[in-house]
Structure formats: structure tokens, C-alpha cells
T-cell receptor, first 115, second 111 residues
Framework: DAGITQSPRHKVTETGTPVTLRCHQTENHRYMYWYRQDPGHGLRLIHYSYGVKDTDKGEVSDGYSVSRSKTEDFLLTLESATSSQTSVYFC??????????????FGSGTRLTVV | DQQVKQNSPSLSVQEGRISILNCDYTNSMFDYFLWYKKYPAEGPTFLISISSIKDKNEDGRFTVFLNKSAKHLSLHIVPSQPGDSAVYFCAASETGNQFYFGTGTSLTVIP
């Protein structure tokens, strides 16, 4: 699916436990992003990366951390999961923007339920 | 605050007719705009884009119109087909990399 995979696809976890979601790309794209999708909110940016070990916060970064030690992998960690973090998480990638080529390619999503 | 707004949560259209999906934004610095289509249990897929140097971009049955002074863009699908039934998201960015998304409009095309 355009060289981007997310794992796991589904996860149920308990409140207070740490959780790590993985995004893996084979496109050698510089930019990687984590979004969450919630009813009534659309897609909201959590964190993004513009290179190895270069990351920045998005709109809804509280309670989340990220790491990017290799170009191909971008990890999202919920340090202590809460029920408000129940959501569908999407990873996206993009290369250097061009007039017709900018925009993201999304992964298939991870459905996370915190109980 | 939502910087990109899609005020119609849903839209129903007869097959063969035109679908018009609307999107408004608040940040006048946005220069790049995208439309994505999403089916259930799948990631969003890129549909069409436009930058602020244009006011229209066309790709087959899909046309995006941009009115920068009104901070408004719209997606026209003509003719609409049942396979177009999906949730449509608009997105906007200053730089072409970090995009802000709207809340989505669920389009149903009735055969």
C-alpha cells in the first residue's frame, strides 16, 4: 500500500499502560506524521518528523512521544494510556513538496482502545 | 480552534448529478490545499490538490475551486457515481508539508 505499513492494526490496552505504535515506510521519504482521527474532529496532527532524530509537536501532542532513529521507522508512544486516547491512529509520509506532488500518503491505520 | 472547517457532515446526491463539497479555512497564510477520500477501515487516499497560484484544478470527474479572498474551497464531482460514496476531507497548509484537516463530509451517492 504505497510502501507504508502500520503495526499493530488493532490493539486493546489497559489504562495506565505504555503503548507503542509503529510506522514503517519503504519510500525513503523525509517527512513522517502521526495523526489521530476522532468523530467530530477529523484528523489531528500529534507529532511529525522531518528527518532522523528531528521531530516536532503537532496540535494534540500531550501524552504522546515519538522517536525516529531510522528514516524508515517512526514510533508513537503513549506513555500512560488514558481512555481519551482511544482513537484511530494514522501514519503518513511525504517527500519534498512539489507543486503537483505534495501531500501525504497514509497508512491503513491502527485502532487503539484503552479500557 | 479548528482552522479548517467542513460545515456539512453529510451530503446525499443522486447518481449522475453533481456533488459539491465545501470547505472553509481561517488562516490566510494557507497556500496549499488537498482533498482526500476515505472509505471505512482504510486510510485516506489523495484525490486532488490546488495551490494558491491557481483558482481551479481539474482531474477527470473531480474539480477543486479555490477562492482565496473568501477563504473557501470546494470540490465538485460530476457525474457522481455510487463508488464515490465515502468521507471526504479537505486539508490546508502554509508550507505544503504540515496539513490541517477538516472534520469531513460523508457523501452518499444514491443509485
Amino acid at each position: 500500500d504505497a510502501g507504508i505499513t502500520q503495526s499493530p492494526r488493532h490493539k486493546v490496552t489497559e489504562t495506565g499502560t505504555p503503548v507503542t505504535l509503529r510506522c514503517h515506510q519503504t519510500e525513503n521519504h523525509r517527512y513522517m506524521y502521526w495523526y489521530r482521527q476522532d468523530p467530530g474532529h477529523g484528523l489531528r496532527l500529534i507529532h511529525y518528523s522531518y528527518g532522523v532524530k528531528d521531530t516536532d509537536k503537532g496540535e494534540v501532542s500531550d501524552g504522546y512521544s515519538v522517536s525516529r532513529s531510522k528514516t524508515e521507522d517512526f514510533l508513537l508512544t503513549l506513555e500512560s494510556a488514558t481512555s481519551s486516547q482511544t482513537s484511530v491512529y494514522f501514519c503518513a509520509i511525504s517527500g519534498q513538496g512539489t507543486l503537483d506532488g505534495y501531500g501525504y500518503t497514509f497508512g491503513s491505520g491502527t485502532r487503539l482502545t484503552v479500557v | 480552534d479548528q482552522q479548517v472547517k467542513q460545515n456539512s457532515p453529510s451530503l446525499s446526491v443522486q447518481e449522475g448529478r453533481i456533488s459539491i463539497l465545501n470547505c472553509d479555512y481561517t488562516n490566510s497564510m494557507f497556500d496549499y490545499f488537498l482533498w482526500y477520500k476515505k472509505y471505512p477501515a482504510e486510510g485516506p487516499t489523495f484525490l486532488i490538490s490546488i495551490s494558491s497560484i491557481k483558482d481551479k484544478n481539474e482531474d477527470g470527474r473531480f474539480t477543486v475551486f479555490l477562492n482565496k479572498s473568501a477563504k473557501h474551497l470546494s470540490l465538485h464531482i460530476v457525474p457522481s457515481q455510487p463508488g464515490d460514496s465515502a468521507v471526504y476531507f479537505c486539508a490546508a497548509s502554509e508550507t505544503g508539508n504540515q496539513f490541517y484537516f477538516g472534520t469531513g463530509t460523508s457523501l452518499t451517492v444514491i443509485p
